[in-house]
């Protein structure tokens, strides 16, 4: 059986570019995760809770929806 692709997309690595490069490893740090996850939640392997969401955008001074969407199914 076949796992469903995640139809939660993110900006993420956008926004780390956008802050100066930031590393994986120093939003882990902010957000209180670890490096994996960060690079898991990036590459759309991994959907991250609703509150590592929030903090995620909190690190880049965000909105949530700024940061995090809901593809339609067909774009799934």
């Known amino acids: 059986m076949r796992k469903a692709k995640s139809r939660l997309r993110n900006r993420v690595r956008e ?10 490893a120093e939003l882990a740090d902010k957000v ?3 490096r994996q996850t960060i690079a898991a939640i990036e590459k759309n392997k991994y959907a991250p809770s609703l509150e590592t969401a929030f903090l995620i955008a909190e690190a880049f001074g965000k909105p949530i ?10 774009e799934a």
């Open 15 to 24: 926004l780390r570019f956008h802050a100066g490069e930031m590393t994986q």
């Open 32 to 34: 209180g995760v670890t």
């Open 65 to 74: 929806g700024e940061v995090f969407s809901f593809a339609p199914a067909e």
